[in-house]
């Protein structure tokens, strides 16, 4: 026990290193980072809930604004304008912690799930990154959570409902958000259809809801390009023009579900995730139904939680609202597909125990070969992700943005006064 304890003092240090490493080594910003800077220097701060964003980008208004107000007064430095995002990706990792504790009842399993977060680079790179994705994952963590505990919140009634009220409020800091917080009501429905009465908690919830939703419309989507959606992702939408169309456009889908969670490249570096990302999901899909039923048709274990992520995802695609599997766009998906990951290990090792062993050597092995990679990107290489290669954009040609440079100074994707102050920006050569 002295050394698992060990063992997670180790990787949750290693994690918050890694994160904390790329945070301070202060990585210039690349395309899209500087698309979102433009709105935060250029627009008022009314503005940015009345009028679409510039440079064609969807951020979350709330937290937009937050981040401005924050930077501006610190010059828009680098640090300033990722903090925010840091502090989401660390309180994130801590929450899928303690959803991570709830579920799995071995040690051994809590430090595989641990070392997927050490060994997934987008959950590092995120952490330190001008964008939204890393507070989706937070959201995403809080409401798992929520559904897990339920109504064995260890709280005053009071304030499982203020509780109720105001968690539907992440919806106007994380766009998935909005549809995953209709898995809790659809659990506070089907606990009024058991009790055939209407419950004071779904009125709170549902208050809380609607609320988020008009803010919402207020203050981001009305103001939005919708037309972007379709625009930049419509090769990630689910097709059902034909059945080959369906079946392509899912493949594809999923191979960046199970292929793109702990590193891009070298390419063979794939491989591993498919196998192992891939016995999460055959998991998932396989034991969801049985755990349903027990659960009595409510979302209060993992498993089924899960799937029904997935399925929301999969409907949204479908509608053409949120693309499917898009490795950032998804990345709140992450750790339930690692908690799947782990959970199916642990079943074949409790099934067939030396396969099950090989297995989790392996993935274990997987990990810290990853991890180890990750490391020597942030520390010696200084250069985590394919993102992060705009050192080589300035100083050994295009390798980083898939615009040119002049583009970048002249074209409407950026205002050429945003560039005054490279050094400011962390962008030299």
């Not at 433009?38 to 964003?53: A, D, W, Y």
């Not at 309180?91 to 799995?104: C, E, T």
């Not at 208050?207 to 972007?228: E, I």
């Not at 597909?337 to 959970?343: D, E, I, R």
């Amino acid at each position: 026990m002295r050394y698992q304890r060990l063992f997670f003092l180790i990787l949750i240090g290693w994690y918050l290193i890694l994160a904390l490493g790329h945070y301070f080594d202060q990585r210039p910003l690349w395309n899209d980072e500087l698309c979102v800077l433009n709105s935060i220097v250029h627009l008022k701060p009314n503005e940015l809930f009345t009028r679409p964003l510039l440079s064609d980008q969807a951020f979350p208004r709330l937290y937009l604004w937050a981040i401005q107000q924050f930077s501006n007064p610190l010059n828009q430095n680098l640090m300033s304008l990722r903090l925010f995002s840091l502090m989401a990706m660390i309180g994130a990792f801590f929450v899928w912690f303690k959803i991570a504790r709830r579920v799995l009842d071995d040690s051994w399993d809590l430090i595989l799930f641990i070392g997927c977060w050490c060994g997934s680079m987008p959950l590092v790179y995120h952490a330190a990154e001008l964008k939204p994705y890393s507070m989706d994952t937070l959201a995403s963590g809080l409401i798992v959570l929520y559904l897990l505990k339920g109504d064995s919140l260890n709280c005053p009634l009071f304030t499982y409902r203020v509780t109720l009220l105001f968690l539907p409020l992440l919806g106007l800091w994380s766009y998935p958000a909005i549809f995953l917080l209709l898995l809790p009501l659809y659990n506070m429905v089907r606990d009024s259809f058991d009790k055939r009465r209407w419950m004071p908690e779904l009125s709170y919830f549902l208050g809380g809801y609607f609320l988020m939703l008009g803010l919402v419309y207020l203050l981001d989507f009305r103001a939005s390009a919708s037309y972007l959606m379709e625009v930049y992702w419509h090769d990630y939408f689910i097709s059902l023009h034909s059945l080959k169309d369906f079946l392509g456009t899912f493949g594809k889908g999923m191979n960046n579900l199970i292929s793109r969670r702990f590193a891009e490249s070298p390419r063979w570096v794939k491989g591993p995730s498919r196998i192992f990302i891939g016995l999460g999901v055959g998991w998932m899909l396989a034991a969801f139904w049985g755990q349903l039923k027990k659960d009595r048709f409510v979302l209060r274990s993992i498993v089924p939680v899960a799937f029904a992520v997935f399925v929301v995802q999969l409907v949204l695609a479908v509608l053409r609202v949120y693309p499917f599997a898009v490795p950032r766009m998804s990345l709140f998906f992450s750790p339930l597909l690692f908690l799947m990951t782990v959970v199916a290990l642990r079943f074949i090792y409790q099934r067939f125990k030396p396969l099950g062993l090989a297995l989790r050597i392996l993935f274990a092995g997987y990990l810290i070969f990853v991890s180890l990679g990750i490391t020597w990107d942030v520390f010696i290489k200084r250069d985590l992700g394919a993102e992060s290669t705009l050192y080589d954009f300035f100083g050994k040609g295009n390798a980083g943005l898939d615009v040119p440079i002049e583009m970048v100074l002249t074209k409407h994707l950026y205002d050429p006064g945003l560039f005054h102050d490279f050094k400011r920006l962390g962008m030299h050569s």
